[in-house]
């Protein structure tokens, strides 16, 4: 639970053939595509495994679950132990993070490794996709998905009403929220939603800031979306029954769009899920 919302907080804060980057920014062109991957990044497992790279990776950490098939370990991408990694012979690590050097040090052991950091765009996010399909080998698989996604997520934004509309996202239940300088301000930017933490004191550039429910009764958002559910057993009526929350809009109208936690903390395939949750709760404040 505390790894989930750690990694929350953590993603919001902030034509190579078949190739690794390290830490230190060297590229290594690999002869053949890598058949013992190890993902250290939930988003990458699941783009590997969309890409059609799965059967080629051999262990996945902690925190990535899903899909079901992914050969889930103890293998921690927070805490990350290279001697762990080390043992399972990998040619190919994905991470999204690199606390104390650790892509220095699995370089320094020879292993090959992919550091991916959080995506703060769609574009950010589809060439982390492109590039998982180089290192791998499944490029025109990878290139497909990228657009099987644009196609699907632009007819969604088509299908939801455009109306001058206000959102506050709920990444932890105690408030705080993602800002505009983060892959969730982006999917907000497509519908053109007025995001509330961007105004709010100490949000600057950050990914996330901490609001006050005066701050957002205040405010009143036209739609709320909810990232904490999973984790923190909110929803729609838990967030109807806080103090003074009946006056904001959205409670008002029924405008909460419940969002997966897991889905809300990647930057992988399944953000079409996420976009559809908005335009479905757009829709709803339609009517």
Known sequence: MKHLLVALLAALAVGIAASTVSAHGTVGIAAKPPHRIISLSPTATETLF?????????????????????????????????????????????????????????AKAHVPVLLQEPANTFKDAYAQMLQLGRATG???????????????????????PRKALSVYNELTPDYYSATSASIIGDVFRMFGLRNIADAAPGAGSTGAVQLSAEYIVSASPDLIVLADTRCCGQSRAKVAARPGWSTITAVRRGAIAVIDDDIASRWGPRLVNFVNAVASALRTTAK
């Open 50 to 106: 969309a890409i059609g790279a799965g059967k080629q990776v051999i262990a996945v950490d902690d925190q990535s679950n899903y899909p079901k098939s992914a050969p889930k370990t103890s293998l921690s991408g927070f805490t990350p132990n290279v001697e762990a990694v080390v043992a399972y012979h990998p040619d190919l690590v994905v991470i999204s993070y690199s606390p104390k050097d650790f892509a220095g040090a699995l």
């Open 138 to 160: 499944h490029l025109a698989e990878a290139t497909a998905l990228v657009k099987r996604m644009t196609t699907r997520i632009a007819a969604l934004v088509r299908s939801a």
